[in-house]
C-alpha cells in the first residue's frame, strides 16, 4: 500500500488514469468498475491503480469518517464473484488532517480481459469506459505474455475442432452481458480467447478451454476425472457396492457429482427434544457439496492423479491432487486462499456451481456443526488436500 505521503501527490494529480475519486461510499457500481478498470490496466502501466473514497473531484477531502463496515463492503468486492477475474487488492485506512479516506489499491490482472457482471471496464485517461472489441481483443492478447496458471496457457496439442462450441455458446451468454453479445462482430476464436478458453498467439485452446468445453478432456489431461467408490465398511480393502470414473467436460462432471450426493444422503427421523423428533440428514448436502466444489476447483489439473471420492460407512472422504496453493498453509487455512486455477473458478461462478469466493470451507463446517456432525478434518501434504467428513452420530 502507498504511504501518507504518495497519497497526498495522487489527491493533488487531477489528470491521472490510475486515480478514482469519489464522494459516495454507498455506490457499488461505481466502486466496481473503477476496480475492473485498474485491474484490466488497458494503458499497461504495469503498476496499481486507486480507487479513493472520501475524496471530490477536485482532489480535496469530503469529510468521510471512514467506518469498518465501509472497509468491510469495500473488501467484498474481491470475493462476491461480480468482477471476475478476481482482482488482486488491498484496503487502507487514512487519517489526514481534513478527514479520512478509503484507499482501494488495485494491481493489473495477469489474465485480462477482467469483466464486472459481464461487461470489461477501462480507463481512457482520467475517465472509465466500456471496451470495444479491438480494446478487449488488445486485452486478450497480451494475456498470452501474462499468463502463469496451468488452466490459462495453451493446450497445444489441441485444436479448436476439440471444443464444444454450442456448449461454449450457452456459457457465453451466462458470462458476458447481452449488450456485449448483441453488439458482437467477433470471430468465434477471439470470443474464446475473451474468456481466457483460447490462446490466439498459438491458435489453439486454453487448458480451461479443454476441460470446461472440450470434447474428450482426458485425452490431454488423464487425470481430469474424479474416482468415485461407495464401500460397505470403513477400509478401503472392502469389495464397493458402486464405482464410477466420471469424466467428461467440467459442467457435465459438476452436475453428476450433484446427482450423486443426492443418492448418498440418508434422512432419518431424529429426537431432538423429548416430545419432538425430525426428519434429519447423515450429511448436509450443501456442506459436501461446498467440499467437492473446492476439491475441483483448486485442484492441480497438471497432474495424472484424480480427485477422490470415497463414501464409507461412517465417513467421506474427498482428496484433491495438489497441496495448498499460494499464500494458504496449514496454518492459516481456510482463511487465506490463492487460486490455483482462476479460469476454472470464475467458470464455476458464471455456471452457478459457486457463490462466492473464499467462503467454500467455512460455510460446509457451519453447516456441519448445525447438522450435528462433527467437523470436517483436514490433512495436508505437497501432493494433496485430504478432508473427511463423518457422518452425523445417531
Keep these: 500500500m502507498l504511504t501518507e505521503n504518495q497519497l497526498k501527490i495522487l489527491l493533488i494529480d487531477l489528470e491521472s488514469d490510475r486515480i478514482e475519486r469519489t464522494e459516495s461510499t454507498t455506490n457499488t457500481d461505481k466502486f466496481c468498475q473503477a476496480i475492473c478498470a485498474f485491474a484490466n490496466d488497458l494503458p499497461n502501466h504495469r503498476q496499481p491503480g486507486y480507487l479513493l473514497v472520501g475524496v471530490k473531484d477536485n482532489g480535496s477531502l469530503s469529510g468521510l469518517v471512514v467506518t469498518d463496515e465501509l472497509l468491510k463492503n469495500l473488501g467484498g468486492i474481491r470475493s462476491d464473484g461480480n468482477v471476475l477475474p478476481q482482482p488482486m487488492m488491498n484496503i487502507a485506512k487514512f487519517s489526514l488532517e481534513n478527514g479520512e479516506i478509503a484507499v482501494v489499491e488495485v494491481f493489473p490482472s495477469d489474465l485480462p480481459p477482467v469483466r464486472?457482471?459481464?461487461?470489461?471496464?477501462?480507463?481512457?485517461g482520467p475517465r472509465k469506459a466500456v471496451a470495444n472489441e479491438q480494446e478487449e481483443r488488445a486485452l486478450s492478447e497480451r494475456r498470452v505474455a501474462l499468463a502463469h496458471s496451468f488452466d490459462a496457457r495453451p493446450c497445444t496439442e489441441a485444436t479448436l475442432d476439440e471444443v464444444a462450441l454450442g456448449q461454449f455458446d450457452a456459457y457465453r451468454r451466462e458470462a458476458i452481458d447481452p449488450e456485449t453479445i448483441a453488439a458482437n462482430h467477433r470471430s468465434i476464436e477471439q470470443q474464446l480467447a475473451s474468456l481466457r478458453l483460447y490462446d490466439p498467439d498459438r491458435s489453439c485452446p486454453t487448458h480451461a478451454g479443454i476441460l470446461l468445453f472440450g470434447k474428450n478432456p482426458r485425452f490431454f489431461m488423464p487425470g481430469a476425472y474424479v474416482q468415485y467408490l461407495k464401500l460397505p465398511g470403513t477400509e478401503l480393502i472392502d469389495i464397493p457396492?458402486?464405482?464410477?470414473?466420471?469424466?467428461?467436460?467440467?459442467?457435465?462432471?459438476?452436475?453428476?457429482?450433484?446427482?450423486?450426493?443426492?443418492l448418498i444422503i440418508q434422512t432419518t427421523m431424529r429426537a431432538i427434544s423429548a416430545l419432538e423428533e425430525k426428519l434429519l440428514p447423515d450429511y448436509p448436502e450443501w456442506a459436501l457439496r461446498e467440499l467437492l466444489m473446492n476439491a475441483v476447483m483448486h485442484r492441480n489439473y497438471d497432474s495424472n492423479t484424480p480427485i477422490r471420492f470415497y463414501v464409507f460407512s461412517d465417513h467421506i472422504e474427498i482428496q484433491s491432487p495438489g497441496g495448498l496453493y499460494g499464500e494458504a498453509t496449514p496454518e492459516n487455512f481456510p482463511t487465506r486462499n490463492s487460486y490455483r486455477n482462476p479460469v476454472i473458478a470464475e467458470a464455476m461462478k458464471s455456471l452457478g456451481f459457486v457463490n462466492r469466493f473464499g467462503y467454500g470451507v467455512q460455510r460446509a463446517q457451519a453447516l456441519l456443526s448445525q447438522n450435528g456432525n462433527l467437523p470436517a478434518e483436514f490433512e495436508f501434504d505437497e501432493h494433496s488436500v485430504l478432508v473427511k467428513i463423518y457422518r452425523r452420530p445417531a
Excluded: F, T
Aim: aromatic share 4%.
Design 116 to 124: 464486472y457482471r459481464g461487461r470489461v471496464h477501462i480507463r481512457v
Design 241 to 262: 457396492e458402486d464405482q464410477a470414473e466420471i469424466s467428461g467436460d467440467l459442467n457435465s462432471v459438476l452436475r453428476e457429482l450433484e446427482g450423486r450426493l443426492k
